[in-house]
């Protein structure tokens, strides 16, 4: 057992630095939702929002949910299809190393990305929004458990997303318009009861819509919640959604990854 975590911390530490060298991977990935918090809650001045929530307030939460659809779904879903295309998974797959320590460093790499979106779009909310910070323990306790079933649900759609494309190019061309789709629809950047009913059934099939609505759930007063698309916050309709969206996504994962490129295996 021993040998197995020091292998998945060996693993995590390597993930890590790639993504430290890397100044794609922290610019679109870590860097991006704290950019586009930061220019969105300048020059987007949306008002009478319900509740007298404030603009920055409401796009903060949907900021942090969207943190784990870039460093989950998208980083994965892009990086991983250029280490099968250029032999690192071929590698990887030829060594004694378990191959569960591969997804523990990929996990990992995605929970630090994770922990610093949220300290640097917290510290500029707070700063220069004047956001506030949810403190009592049902809202903190809420916002672990929405985390953790996003964590896995990301993590494992972008796994199994990655064996769709050949090279990061051709994912990239896939997944990022539909992380922008996902985010226009499921009321990241706009009040989503002002959205058309349309987007919203079909935001409401993916697990960002939800997330989004937990997370106001923590970020929002109480009160909005009576605004929300069907009268609440429905937190156990959020958390049925995305715990079978996790339920699927580890599903797909062990269906599809491919550790050789199409043709070797």
């Not at 300048?42 to 920055?56: C, D, I, R, W, Y």
């Not at 949907?62 to 998974?89: C, D, H, K, W």
């Not at 990887?92 to 995605?110: D, E, H, I, W």
Request: proline share 5%; aromatic share 12%; charged share 10%.
């Amino acid at each position: 057992m021993k040998s197995v975590l020091a292998s998945w911390y060996g693993r995590f530490r390597i993930e890590l630095l790639f993504t430290f060298r890397d100044r794609r991977t922290m610019t679109f990935t870590v860097f991006l939702p704290f950019i586009l918090l930061l220019l969105l809650a300048n020059v987007v001045h949306q008002s009478g929002l319900p509740g007298n929530v404030s603009f920055a307030q409401y796009l903060t939460s949907g900021m942090i949910a969207s943190g784990l659809v870039y460093g989950g779904f998208q980083s994965l879903g892009i990086s991983i299809p250029e280490e099968r295309r250029n032999g690192t998974l071929k590698r990887l797959y030829g060594t004694p190393m378990p191959r569960s320590a591969y997804f523990a460093g990929k996990v990992g790499n995605v929970v630090v990305i994770y922990l610093i979106q949220i300290v640097l779009m917290l510290g500029l909310g707070v700063v220069a929004f004047h956001v506030t910070i949810p403190t009592s323990a049902p809202r903190v306790l809420t916002f672990l458990w929405l985390s953790a079933l996003a964590l896995v649900s990301c993590t494992g759609l972008g796994i199994a997303f990655s064996s769709l494309a050949k090279s990061a190019q051709s994912a990239a061309a896939l997944a990022t318009p539909l992380v922008l789709f996902l985010q226009f629809t499921s009321g990241v950047f706009f009040v989503l009861q002002k959205e058309p009913s349309w987007m919203r059934d079909i935001a409401s099939v993916f697990p960002l819509r939800w997330l989004c609505q937990g997370m106001r759930s923590v970020f929002l007063p109480a009160s909005y919640g009576h605004f929300e698309v069907g009268g609440g916050y429905h937190l156990d309709q959020v958390a049925i959604v995305l715990g079978l969206w996790s339920v699927v996504a580890v599903a797909l994962c062990l269906r599809t990854f491919r550790w050789l490129p199409l043709g070797e295996d």
